[in-house]
């Protein structure tokens, strides 16, 4: 082939720029860390890491739901800890009350003992977390139970049977809560059969004071199916509390694996970079010393 | 029988001769680098032989040399392959147009990971999820709310950035109809020239290869096509009409049409069919891709826009308000929050039922329209993905197609540097071979001149 003197240059130029492209392409996937910059990169990684990001992305928020149901279904567990106790309470007081041999003074105290944990029912039963009552269904914003008269003050639940759902799982919700009526069986909402709970501590109260142990003896069985629902609804928030543990650890592994995933699509393997950074900058200097040493020679430098 | 002074005359050609040639090789090496220069050279043949055929038959030993002439300047040219070469130049202006194009295109549409429109409908979704778990918290809604006006300004801005690149191409458009009209009206002038010059008996070598570089560059523009006509005259076609005829060159217009971009029309008004070069990339690009990938963004936000609305206005705001709108607008380009969500974030309908300010029932269920299939077989993320995937194989692939013809291109260059560029070493050694030649004959000259005056001086002295 005849090679002309334009070729030689136009052709130096041509390589020195392949070259150059190169490095700056390496140099760019080192710097950002990522093999594909843009989809034209790469189209079928792009695609792919993109959609892993959105899939992480969902479940980055699936895992935010499962730890904040968490925490509402433990503090909830508390809380029905506490209610638990306070009908153990009255059960107990039901018992001494039951004995026939009672002094003169104890109805009254014992009574009065009864009061108190209504009292304390109420406040429990208007625990609030945030600002939102939690024993209110949806309307977390009205308080759903008070004495509405006096004396004797019937507790009246105002809240609704709404549900908590927070969704852990594509199509998958979890309720995070559990509604006042079903909790104190307000208005034989788990139990047609039974009295709420504040109408039976009341009973007790009215019994105790007018002395009717045979009376109170009856109570404990109503006291019994209380406590016995009050501790089926706190084994089954436990219930909850565990799958939501589950689906953490789940959400956990997927997560793990959708980013390595998605690093493999995208990222770019960093030692093959650098040596492939090293082999073209060799390329370039070997492409640019060629050309000083034979670029500037034509026939004209031996003739004279 | 010879003459005296024919031998004069034969070196005195030999000197003139030589002197042409080495013009040549001087204009050479002047135009060693300049572009679409093709070298020069003077062709030498033996003058006439004395004496002619017919007259003084017989009488002599047979024909004498008479000495040499320069028969023309000849210019290295190949038509085949200029013919090529001007063919992959059109291919190359297509697919260079188009590559570029989708570049810009692929920044606009596919940005980023992290800001991109699937990303911001991701937290989209995430901030209905995190309303649907806090339906009475004000501040989250208004979270949800800005992450709205991201999401729709993004919409918008793609197709304003879209609708600017098409009008960008306008731009150009308009400017390339302009230069294909100039280099027309020059390849006309140069057609009348060629053939003055050529009636004369001369080569108009410098003016072939002007008209060479501009019927490459038309080629590159608007995929010109050429016809070299028996009398060495050049006609160029576009579309099957003729752009240039001998002396005559038709203008080309790009006046506004009635989709708001410019048209390349004939001077009577009917279009330019262009199917190559540079124009015919833009104009893919300008009515075709980018209306397509405009379209399907349409489909993402009317999909978006009618299913939101649709679970929106069924809901309960935290004051109760039901029937609401959450999106306003009808595509990509006019998608906002509604002005009613606008004007009080408790508009937003998360629940269910009234009176439920607890209830985030229906907050849960728009945000997990994220999973519904809403365009074609696709869920709204999975259709924008498509989306940039699509718009990121075309830009590879034009990437790969302009690359392959630029490098075919470049072959063929190589080709024709090879048998028309300027080689310094062979010009030197030419100028050695003129230079001894001239010498020779100047030598020769001397020595003629020597031997008639000794016949003058010393047969003249006796």
């Known amino acids: 082939m005849r090679v002309t003197t334009s ?26 860390g990522k093999r594909v910059l843009r989809p034209s990169d790469d189209p079928t990684a792009a695609a792919r890491a993109r959609s892993l990001h959105s899939d992480l992305a969902q479940i980055g928020r699936y895992a935010d739901n499962v730890s904040y149901a968490t925490n509402l279904l433990q503090d909830l567990d508390g809380t029905l800890s506490a209610i638990a106790n306070v009908v153990r309470d009255a059960r107990d007081i039901a018992v001494q009350a039951a004995n026939p041999t009672l002094t003169q003074n104890q109805p009254v105290a014992l009574a009065a003992q009864v009061d108190q944990l209504i009292g304390r029912l109420v406040s429990l039963g208007n625990t609030q977390r945030d600002g939102r009552y939690i024993f209110a269904g ?13 004396p004797p003050p019937p507790i009246a639940y105002s809240g609704d049977s709404g549900q908590m759902q927070i969704e852990v799982a594509q199509g998958e919700t979890v309720v995070a809560n559990i509604t006042g009526d079903t909790l104190f069986n307000a208005g034989g909402a788990a139990n047609p059969a039974l009295d709420d709970l504040f109408t039976t501590l009341t009973h007790l109260r009215d019994e105790i004071l007018a002395g009717d142990a045979n009376a109170v003896s009856a109570r404990l069985a109503d006291l019994d199916a209380h406590l016995s629902r009050v501790l089926e609804l706190r084994a089954e928030v436990g219930g909850r509390v565990n799958r939501l543990q589950l689906s953490a650890d789940r959400l956990d592994n997927m997560r793990i694996s959708l980013s390595e995933m998605a690093s493999k699509a995208e990222d770019a393997d960093l030692a093959r970079a650098v040596v492939d950074l090293q082999t073209q ?3 370039y200097q070997a492409t640019a010393a060629s050309a000083a040493q034979i670029g500037q020679l034509t026939l004209l430098d031996f003739l004279r | 029988m010879s003459w005296t002074f024919l031998g004069l005359q034969t070196a005195l050609s030999g000197i003139l001769a030589q002197q042409r040639a080495m013009d040549a090789t001087a204009h050479n090496i002047a135009n060693a680098q300049t572009p679409g220069y093709r070298r020069q050279e003077a062709v030498l043949t033996a003058d006439r032989p004395w004496p002619p055929p017919g007259q003084l038959a017989g009488i002599g030993m047979g024909q004498y040399g008479t000495g040499v002439q320069v028969a023309t300047v000849r210019r290295a040219q190949d038509q085949f392959l200029d013919l090529h070469a001007r063919l992959l130049d059109a291919q190359l202006g297509a697919y260079s147009a188009t590559s570029d194009t989708l570049h810009e295109v692929e920044g606009i549409v596919a940005q980023q990971s992290g800001s991109d429109l699937g990303t911001l409908l991701d937290q989209f979704w995430n901030g209905w999820q995190e309303v649907s778990i806090h339906p009475e918290d004000t501040a989250i809604r208004v979270t949800l709310r800005e992450q709205a006006l991201t999401l729709t300004s993004a919409f918008r801005d793609t197709v304003t950035r879209l609708r600017d690149s098409q009008a960008g191409i306008d731009r150009v458009i308009e400017g390339r109809v302009q230069e294909i009209n100039n280099m027309a009206a020059e390849v006309a002038q140069l057609n009348g020239q060629i053939t003055a010059v050529r009636a004369e008996g001369n080569q108009p070598n410098d003016l072939l290869d002007r008209r060479d ?3 490459s560059q038309l080629s590159k523009t608007v995929g010109a096509t050429t016809l070299i006509t028996t009398d060495g005259n050049i006609i160029v076609n576009v579309g099957g009409r003729p752009l240039v005829e001998g002396v005559e060159s038709f203008a080309m217009q790009s006046p506004l049409g009635a989709g708001g971009h410019v048209d390349v029309q004939w001077a009577d008004g009917t279009a330019v069919n262009i199917s190559n070069g540079e124009l015919a990339g833009l104009l893919q690009a300008r009515d075709s891709t980018i209306p397509d990938y405009l379209a399907q963004l349409d489909a993402i936000a009317s999909g978006l826009i009618n299913r939101v609305n649709a679970l929106h206005q069924a809901g309960y705001g935290l004051n109760n308000s039901t029937g609401v709108s959450f999106l306003a607008g009808t595509s990509a380009a006019d998608i906002s929050v509604d002005p009613a969500i606008l004007a009080d974030p408790q508009a937003i309908a998360a629940a269910t039922a009234p009176d439920a300010p607890g209830d985030g029932g229906n907050a849960l269920a728009i945000a997990r329209v994220r999973d519904e299939i809403l365009v074609g077989s696709q869920t709204l993320g999975q259709a924008f993905r498509t989306l940039v995937s699509q718009v990121g194989s075309a830009a590879a692939g034009a990437k790969v197609r302009a690359e392959s013809a630029d490098f075919a291109r470049q072959q063929v260059n190589e080709q024709q540097q090879s048998l028309y560029g300027v080689s310094l070493d062979e010009e030197m050694t030419n100028m050695l071979q003129f230079q001894h030649a001239y010498n020779a004959s100047a030598r020769v000259l001397t020595t003629l001149d020597e031997m008639v005056k000794t016949i003058i001086e010393q047969m003249g002295a006796r």
């Not at chain 1, 136009?10 to 700056?24: D, W």
């Not at chain 1, 309307?139 to 008070?146: D, G, I, K, N, S």
């Open chain 1, 138 to 150: 949806h309307r977390t914003l009205t308080q759903p139970f008070a004495a509405s008269g006096s």
């Open chain 2, 213 to 215: 570089n501009l019927l």
């Open chain 1, 281 to 283: 900058q060799n390329i």
């Open chain 1, 7 to 32: 070729m030689i240059a136009g052709n130096l130029i041509a390589r020195l720029a392949q070259t150059t492209e190169r490095i700056y392409q390496l140099q760019g996937q080192i710097a950002s």
